[in-house]
């Protein structure tokens, strides 16, 4: 797929989510955070792909927006700030949510498939495609 990262700055890209999933994790512990609310609250950024069915263009959008760095990082500068300690567990679940996500290769969506994304095709036509050839 054009505009995907591959080779060794996806992988870079893989490690870093990786990086973002153990340090927010880590944070999280350190906070005394529970595992039961980080349980429970791990995968509502997920509910965005309920946007797809709205169409790929509007599931993208809703998918990006919560599959992004910026809203929790966001959420987690605001939360310390404010000194509300919830938001800031809530922002460092969401951040290892998306760490989590990357690390597997789930990456931001195109608007033109679920499957596209900027670390590569994702899904069963990714395998189909690497078994033709």
């Known amino acids: 797929m054009n505009g995907a990262v591959h080779g060794v700055p996806r992988a870079l890209l893989r490690l870093e989510a990786a990086a973002l999933l153990v340090g927010a994790v880590l944070a999280y512990r350190h906070l005394g955070g529970g595992w ?5 609250t791990f995968l509502l950024p997920d509910l965005a792909m309920l946007g797809y069915l709205a169409g790929p263009r509007w ?14 990082a ?3 500068v605001l939360a310390w700030g404010l000194d509300a300690r919830l938001g ?3 922002a460092l679940v969401w951040l290892a949510h998306v ?13 033109s498939a679920f499957g596209d994304t900027h670390l590569g095709r994702i899904g069963w ?5 690497t078994m033709r050839g």
């Open 99 to 111: 760490g989590f996500d990357r690390a597997l290769g789930y990456g931001l969506k195109y608007g």
């Open 125 to 129: 036509r990714r395998r189909a495609a």
């Open 36 to 40: 039961g609310f980080f349980a429970a």
């Open 74 to 76: 966001g959420l987690l």
């Open 59 to 72: 599931g993208a959008r809703a998918y990006n927006l919560t599959h992004s760095t910026l809203l929790p």
């Open 88 to 90: 800031v567990l809530t």
